[in-house]
């Protein structure tokens, strides 16, 4: 049974609502938020080290003012991922043990204001990882009520095995875009459909809108004959693309634009056809499939 029913499909990313990005208010959070709950983008994407270490304490605020209940949304957070700035660290590492899990996921629930995390992850593996450490963090958290479901992000299958012998994987956050095909390729969406973990996507739009190279010239040539026949934009059908694939990912869109978010929503309900999505494909990789 999947395990990411509760989650909205496309997923708020805030990593650039706060000092990384937009730098919004405390009332255009609370407004933003607002405007995803009302449109159904009800699930938000943290991490602790966002904004350097300051965007939880910044949306908790804004959610406490947003009057929007608790139950109508789910918050997401990260850790282990221990910068330079703003902790004064010799040299930027992760962190795994035990007592700094919970002491991370516990800092999350007081910046974010809320007595629970619906979804707690892992950011980045690490070579040192010990999963009989990472189970006791987990174990506690959830048997505490402080987090509802444990994952991780940017993990490969046999890092998810590792800590599997220890603990259950939820959902996987990875790089995935028309522009960024790997998790097709390997194993990383096959583990998550096979052990019914959530599959999420940050950069979902890859770096067509980022780079000028061959691949986005190849990509925008097929794209052209496919915006009037689905009557989309060029984002909405790179949403369409991912969205296809039967790991049925959740895309964390980072955009603060209402209108780019409202248009996100719908690329949900395009059904691009299958020689489209393998056009598109072929585009990408510059050569025709096996």
């Known amino acids: ?92 590492h992760y962190q795994y043990d035990a007592k700094y899990i919970v002491w991370s996921a516990e800092q999350s629930l007081n910046k974010l204001k809320t007595e629970y995390l619906d979804l707690f992850l892992l950011h980045r593996p690490s070579p040192l990882m010990v999963p009989d450490e990472v189970a006791k963090a987990v174990e506690k958290l959830k ?40 998790p097709m390729n390997d194993g990383t969406f096959d583990d998550c459909i096979s052990h019914s973990r959530m599959a999420m996507a940050w950069s979902p739009l890859g770096s067509f809108f980022r780079d000028e190279d061959e691949q986005k010239q190849r990509i925008s040539k097929a794209l052209k004959g496919l915006v009037e026949k689905y009557n989309a934009d060029e984002s909405q059908l790179l949403l369409a693309f991912i969205l296809k694939h039967p790991v049925a990912v959740h895309p964390v869109v980072g955009t603060t634009n209402k209108d780019r978010l409202a248009a996100s929503l719908k690329a949900a309900h395009l059904d691009m056809e299958l020689q489209d999505w393998f056009v598109l494909l072929e585009a990408s990789q510059g050569r025709e499939v096996p």
């Not at 966002?50 to 949304?73: C, H, Q, V, W």
């Not at 890092?159 to 939820?170: D, G, R, S």
Request: hydrophobic share 30%; with cysteine.
């Open 143 to 182: 048997r505490d009520g402080k987090v509802k479901q444990f994952g991780v992000s940017n993990f490969t299958p046999s890092q998810i095995a590792l800590l599997e012998t220890e603990v259950e994987i939820e959902g996987n956050q990875v790089e995935y875009s028309l522009t960024h095909v790997d």
């Open 1 to 92: 049974m999947s395990k990411s029913k509760d989650y909205s499909r496309v997923i708020a990313g805030t990593m650039t609502w706060g000092r990384w990005g937009k730098q919004l208010t405390k009332s255009e959070m609370t407004k933003l938020m607002n405007q995803c709950v009302e449109m159904g983008i009800t699930t938000f994407d943290h991490a602790d080290i966002y904004g350097g270490y300051e965007n939880e304490t910044d949306f908790g605020a804004a959610f406490l003012e947003s009057g929007i209940p608790r139950k109508r949304i789910q918050l997401i957070s990260k850790c282990g991922i221990q910068m330079t700035q703003g902790r004064n660290h010799q040299v930027k």
